[in-house]
């Protein structure tokens, strides 16, 4: 009995060591990639999303900020070494954990740009991590449709052009170096989550990656894989209009999520070497997830809750 308790122990002290040691990879393991003169992606492994720093004659712009506080910092400190000067500005593009949770490591009172409903979504879903001195990072520029930033001799457009990974994602174009930052509307050969609690919709991607497509733009970075163009978003855009078609047939003639499930391993064809996301034991984002959140939504089974309102409404 002792020798088992003694296995056991030894065990749970293993896995804890592998979270410790993934933990830590996560927090102190940033990699930079020049997209133009400057622009740069910002990217560490797991499921952080990808950040990207604008350099202007007056400091730094970031988009998104990972997942940790100390992430947040060392993002701070880095993009300050590639412009130069301070961050002059913070921006989100939804409000997930692994583009906001970051924020934190920015002094309270940043400029911090967000959609109206990407703030309400952090009040109502996330409200635990936003007390405290937390609360001092959260979004203060909000918007419904666009925002545009003139920051030391840069054009900053922020657009929220629809529905898609969540109800409020937006895009930010970066417009004199020709960057478009889309965050998680684009997953660059990776299987997308869907958020259709927080107002996502497979359906309602497919047209907000038409209105993205017509923005004048060379270079994209998504919120999960490596920099692409405009191939890579008419690749995923693809993919989504495949999945909705066959799934959106399959819900109407009444099949079950394991038929459809099913259906689509024989006949998907537009994702060709896509890779899952994976933390083991906790999340597995491939493609049955995405085909089953896609019948959810085609068969009304999940459907968006409703918006808490803006603080103080």
């Not at 979270?19 to 003169?37: C, G, H």
């Not at 007390?131 to 001092?136: I, T």
Request: proline share 3%; net charge negative.
């Amino acid at each position: 009995m002792l020798r088992k308790l003694a296995i056991g122990a030894a065990a749970l002290v293993a896995v804890a060591g592998a979270a410790f040691i993934w933990v830590y990879q996560e927090v102190t393991t940033l990699e930079s990639e020049r997209v133009s003169d400057d622009v740069h992606v910002v990217q560490a492994g797991g499921i952080n999303g990808n950040v990207a720093v604008l350099a202007t004659a007056d400091g730094a712009v970031v988009v998104d900020t990972m997942t940790f506080r100390a992430q947040g910092a060392r993002i701070r400190e880095l993009a300050e070494r590639l412009a130069g000067g301070p961050v002059q500005a913070v921006i989100n593009t939804h409000y997930h954990l692994d583009h906001t949770h970051g924020n934190p490591g920015f002094p309270a009172g940043t400029h911090v740009v967000a959609t109206q409903r990407t703030l309400e979504s952090m009040l109502e879903f996330d409200a635990g991590y936003w007390s405290g001195d937390n609360a001092g990072t959260l979004p203060n520029d909000t918007f419904e449709t666009e925002r545009e930033l003139r920051i030391g001799g840069k054009t900053i457009r922020t657009l929220h052009l629809g529905r898609g990974h969540t109800g409020g994602d937006l895009v930010v174009l970066f417009v004199e170096d020709r960057v478009l930052h889309l965050g998680d509307l684009l997953f660059s050969g990776r299987y997308p989550s869907v958020d259709l609690e927080a107002g996502g919709s497979v359906e309602a991607w497919i047209g907000t990656l038409d209105r993205a497509l017509a923005l004048d733009f060379d270079r994209v970075i998504p919120g999960h894989g490596p920099v692409t163009d405009r191939a890579g978003i008419e690749r995923f855009q693809r993919f989504l209009r495949e999945v909705w078609e066959i799934v959106q047939q399959a819900a109407g003639e009444g099949l079950s999520l394991e038929r459809t499930q099913e259906l689509a391993r024989k006949t998907l064809t537009s994702d060709a070497g896509f890779e899952s996301i994976r933390i083991p034991g906790l999340l597995r984002i491939d493609r049955d997830f995405v085909v089953q959140r896609t019948y959810e939504e085609a068969t009304g089974a999940v459907r968006p809750r409703e918006s808490v309102g803006s603080p103080g409404s």
